[in-house]
């Protein structure tokens, strides 16, 4: 089911993304690989490929078929351009109803607040159409531009999660923050 999340004031939609946006999220990737690479795993050369990142949108399409993940892209709405993506991902229904958010956003086009107006979509559609109870993200512990999204956005840090995720092969620790339904009144 196609649909757009609109922040018109702030001049940006999210929708989710496509086969057809394979080539736009390659073009993001590659632009932004060097300034970005502090912040994501190591990734083989191959997955700079359109191959490899149509291999991508579709995993992340059967994910939001089986309700495990949601992923958007975050577009500009003049010139409808993919400037970013964020995602809900790791779903857990039954007593949990929680999921985890990351994001995304184009070096060119970041402290305009474009990710700060997406991650309020984001939140909105997660506890309104998914009826989640809780989103968690997590950022590493020097990543202070990502915490004050976060931060903007209401979630509340929680603690510091020890060797989270790999970033560039090494297991990092990352700062825990979480944001609940009842929070966003």
């Known amino acids: 089911m196609p649909m757009s999340l609109y922040n018109t004031p702030q001049g940006i939609f999210l929708r989710p993304l496509g086969l057809e946006d394979g080539e736009a999220l390659l073009g993001l990737r590659l632009r932004n690989r060097d300034s970005h690479a502090p912040y994501e795993p190591l990734y083989e050369n191959s997955f700079f490929?359109?191959?490899?990142?149509?291999?991508?949108?579709?995993?992340?399409?059967?994910?939001?078929?089986?309700?495990?993940?949601?992923?958007?892209?975050?577009?500009?709405?003049?010139?409808?351009?993919?400037i970013g993506y964020i995602s809900i991902?790791?779903?857990?229904?039954g007593v949990g109803q929680f999921a985890?958010?990351?994001?995304?956003?184009?070096?060119?086009?970041?402290?305009?607040?474009?990710?700060?107006?997406?991650?309020?979509?984001?939140?909105?559609?997660a506890f309104r159409a998914l009826s989640l109870h809780r989103l968690q993200a997590g950022t590493l512990?020097?990543?202070?531009?990502?915490?004050?999204?976060?931060?903007?956005?209401?979630?509340?840090?929680?603690?510091?999660?020890?060797?989270?995720?790999?970033?560039?092969?090494?297991?990092?620790?990352?700062?825990?923050?979480?944001?609940?339904?009842?929070?966003n009144v």
């Open 49 to 82: 490929t359109l191959e490899k990142q149509q291999d991508y949108i579709r995993q992340r399409l059967r994910q939001a078929e089986e309700d495990r993940g949601y992923l958007f892209g975050i577009f500009l709405l003049k010139q409808e351009r993919l």
């Open 100 to 125: 985890d958010v990351g994001y995304m956003m184009d070096q060119q086009e970041q402290g305009k607040g474009h990710m700060t107006a997406a991650l309020k979509l984001i939140i909105q559609y």
């Open 89 to 93: 991902s790791n779903l857990v229904r």
């Open 141 to 183: 512990l020097h990543n202070n531009r990502s915490q004050r999204v976060l931060q903007k956005c209401g979630f509340q840090p929680e603690g510091i999660a020890r060797k989270l995720v790999q970033i560039q092969g090494e297991w990092q620790d990352h700062q825990m923050f979480a944001i609940l339904a009842e929070d």
